[in-house]
Nanobody
Framework: QVQLVESGGGLVQVGASLRLSCVAS????????MGWFRQAPGQEREFVAT????????YYADSVKGRFTISRDNAKNTVYLQMNSLKPEDTAVYYC?????????????????WGQGTQVTVSS
């Protein structure tokens, strides 16, 4: 079993930055690919970013490419999402997810473990 706890969300203005954190416990974090997803009101959950277990490979949704950066610190069992140049359309609940494989994927169904989510609101 894996527990994931996200933090770092909040209310910011357009163009601001936020860094989300997700701390994992209960499994060997360094063997797990991690992902960030988001869900806006009335919309389906969508992929944001993913990172391989060793941090060597990352992949982003087109909507966040160049603005968001996913990274991880395996010594701290933590994955981060640095979000810059935030836009109103980035407003959503952001979820951290972990899978039992080292390879990254953008498919939500491939992740077995999910955090409770953290709200990000970008005000114009």
């Amino acid at each position: 079993q894996v527990q994931l706890v996200e933090s770092g969300g909040g209310l910011v203005q357009v163009g601001a930055s936020l860094r989300l954190s997700c701390v994992a416990s209960g499994r060997t974090f360094s063997n797990s690919a991690m992902g960030w997803f988001r869900q806006a009101p009335g919309q389906e959950r969508e992929f944001v970013a993913t990172i391989s277990a060793n941090g060597g490979t990352t992949y982003y949704a087109d909507s966040v490419k160049g603005r968001f950066t996913i990274s991880r610190d395996n010594a701290k069992n933590t994955v981060y999402l640095q979000m810059n140049s935030l836009k109103p359309e980035d407003t959503a609940v952001y979820y951290c997810a972990a899978r039992s494989w080292s390879a990254w994927t953008m498919s939500a169904s491939a992740y077995e473990y999910w955090g409770q989510g953290t709200q990000v609101t970008v005000s114009s």
